[in-house]
């Protein structure tokens, strides 16, 4: 069965560092999303990605972060400079349909961002 | 931000009995809500979804109810099984962006 992956698993980064959290979607999906959750919170929506652009981005994704798609398998997120409220686990998500069709989205297993 | 949250934090059910998993939503604006399983480790499983034209929709031994009135939407689980213990949550969408609760950690006791 397809699976969203995601490197590293984990990782650890200094204060003010830069990131980039990587992601594989399925192959045939063209709706792309990263989320965080905080340990303990709930999952948080920041940003939603199709046709090499941005479609939708909550309060949480400022100037700080970005995505991109730079070939025609991975999907990042970066984190320009990070803060030590970054520390989550970042997932990333994709599905084959998007806005007014099937929303299921297949998660990936996640990225634990430790900032020290 | 939205307000979506569940009524009981956690939830513990004998092997066999039904479980029933609640969630209660803040926009009236929502037209679509999906319930998600999140096992320890591991990222959300999408579970089953369900359009605010309909009040129930029924998968493989789950269905979710849809009450607008009120603003509430249930899970429930056929037949708990050792392998339903996980964190359930529901999210909800008015618009482009999802809002997710904080979810229900559901025990099953052998």
């Known amino acids: 069965e397809p699976e969203v992956t995601q490197t590293p698993s984990h990782q650890v980064t200094q204060m003010g560092q830069e990131v980039i959290l990587r992601c594989v979607p399925i192959?045939?999906?063209?709706?792309f999303y990263w989320y965080r959750q905080i340990l303990g919170q709930k999952v948080e929506f920041l940003v939603s990605?199709?046709?090499?652009?941005?479609?939708?981005k909550s309060e949480i994704f400022d100037d700080q972060f970005s995505v991109e798609r730079p070939d025609g398998s991975n999907f990042t997120l970066k984190i320009r400079s990070t803060k030590l409220e970054d520390s989550a686990m970042y997932f990333c998500?994709?599905?084959?349909?998007?806005?007014?069709?099937?929303?299921?989205?297949?998660f990936g297993p996640g990225t634990r961002l430790t900032v020290t | 931000g939205e307000s979506v949250g569940l009524h009981l934090p956690t939830l513990s059910v004998q092997e066999g009995d039904n479980s029933i998993i609640n969630c209660a939503y803040s926009?009236?604006?929502?037209?679509?809500f999906i319930w998600y399983k999140q096992e320890s480790g591991k990222g959300p499983q999408f579970i089953i979804d369900?359009?605010?034209?309909?009040d129930k929709r029924q998968g493989q031994r789950v269905t979710v109810l849809l009450n607008k009135t009120v603003k509430h939407l249930s899970l429930q689980i056929a037949a708990t099984q050792p392998g339903d213990s996980a964190v359930y949550f529901c999210?909800?969408?008015?618009?482009?962006?999802?809002?997710f609760g904080t979810g229900t950690s559901l025990t099953v006791i052998p």
């Open positions: 369900i359009r605010s034209n309909m």
């Open positions: 926009n009236s604006a929502s037209d679509y």
């Open positions: 999210a909800e969408n008015p618009g482009n962006q999802f809002y």
């Open positions: 998500a994709s599905s084959e349909h998007g806005q007014r069709s099937s929303y299921e989205q297949y």
């Open positions: 192959s045939n999906h063209l709706y």
């Open positions: 990605f199709y046709n090499n652009e941005i479609s939708e």
